[in-house]
Nanobody, 125 residues
Framework: QVQLVESGGGSVQAGGSLRLSCAAS????????MGWFRQAPGKEREGLAR????????YYADSVKGRFTISQDNAKNTVYLQMNALKPEDTAMYYC??????????????????WGQGTQVTVSS
């Protein structure tokens, strides 16, 4: 069973930065697509970025392109989301997700099988 544990959320002022971490506790870390999603109250879950743990290929949603960076440390089975120039509209619960696959699927929550518990990010103006 894949377990994903997010950390790094918190409160920050607009323009600030946060780095989220997602630690995967299983031996199938390789050959996996890892994604970051967020969900604000009353809104649908939104895909932000994904990375394939074998190829390192990344993809970003337009809403975060240029501000957020997804990266990985394979030695630690951990994926990161560096978030810069944060805006109040970035306030949401942020989730890490995983799918075992040789390639990354479309960044939609229905395409990912395993989820972390989420970490809250609050950006004040």
């Amino acid at each position: 069973q894949v377990q994903l544990v997010e950390s790094g959320g918190g409160s920050v002022q607009a323009g600030g930065s946060l780095r989220l971490s997602c630690a995967a506790s299983d031996l199938m870390y390789s050959r996996r697509c890892m994604g970051w999603f967020r969900q604000a109250p009353g809104k649908e879950r939104e895909g932000l970025a994904r990375i394939h743990t074998t190829t390192g290929k990344t993809y970003y949603a337009d809403s975060v392109k240029g501000r957020f960076t997804i990266s990985q440390d394979n030695a630690k089975n951990t994926v990161y989301l560096q978030m810069n120039a944060l805006k109040p509209e970035d306030t949401a619960m942020y989730y890490c997700a995983a799918r075992v696959a040789s390639f990354c699927p479309v960044l939609d929550s229905s395409n990912f099988d395993h989820w972390g518990q989420g970490t809250q990010v609050t950006v004040s103006s």
